[in-house]
């Protein structure tokens, strides 16, 4: 996204994306953990204002790639006595309060629960026992999605996914997702549309 509009309007769009996600602890019933990129995000991360009825607290990731770190953080909750969980990036602005209270229940009867990608990956992933090893997969690919079904199927897991979502990879991605944004009152949303509908009435964006 930075090599089409630059490094400016990338971070305001990240930051919007952000919002977002923290927008979606508003109503979550159960802790909330943050997981910045490394120990020298910590401070940054414990200073989001996440709008949460319940504890928000901040956990670093370990190096190594997405599966290492997902597994590791995965480990540290489980040792918190966590057991089911829900994990999201800050690139899925079309998540709404239906698909966590779906997330939820079908955890009830299922080890795990995946609202797949468009785009082959997956926007939401959830669980009730530990990931097998992660480490292996093929991350950032369009076979993400069903490469994670398949080793979590092999390793003895029922697995059960939920629709399809959109995450937001390239600026397309986010161009992709304004007529659901319209429909969308709640207001991180809203200003990541006006964002949005700012730098398409200002910028010459190459689509298709």
């Known amino acids: 996204m930075a090599a089409s ?13 952000l919002a977002c996600a923290l927008e979606d602890t508003c109503n979550w019933p159960g802790s909330v953990i943050i997981a910045p ?23 670093p990731q370990v190096a190594g790639n997405l599966g290492q770190r997902l597994n590791a953080l995965d480990q540290a909750l489980r040792a ?22 779906a997330t939820c229940a079908a955890l009830r009867y ?21 990931w097998p090893d992660l480490a292996a997969l093929p991350w950032s690919s369009n076979r993400l ?5 398949d080793i979590c199927r092999n390793a003895g897991q029922s697995v059960m996914t939920i629709k399809q979502g959109c995450d ?11 007529g659901l944004l319209r429909q969308d009152k709640r207001p991180a949303r809203r200003a990541l549309l006006e964002l949005v ?6 910028t010459k964006i190459p689509y298709g």
Not at 145 to 149: T, V
Not at 197 to 202: A, L, N, Q, R
């Open 37 to 59: 990129a490394n120990q020298e995000d910590m401070e940054w991360a414990q200073a989001l204002p996440v709008p949460t009825n319940f504890p928000a607290t901040a956990l």
């Open 110 to 130: 299922h080890d795990v629960v995946l609202i797949p990608a468009l785009d082959g990956g997956v926007v939401l992933m959830a669980n009730r026992c530990a």
């Open 5 to 17: 509009l630059g490094m400016e309007l990338a971070q305001q769009i990240a930051d919007a994306l």
């Open 168 to 178: 937001v990879d390239e600026l397309k991605d986010l161009l992709a997702l304004t």
């Open 197 to 202: 509908d700012k730098i398409t009435s200002s």
């Open 145 to 149: 999605g069903l490469s994670l079904m």
């Open 80 to 101: 918190q006595g966590m057991e089911q969980l829900v994990f999201i990036g800050s690139d899925a602005p079309g998540l709404t309060s239906v698909d966590y209270e």
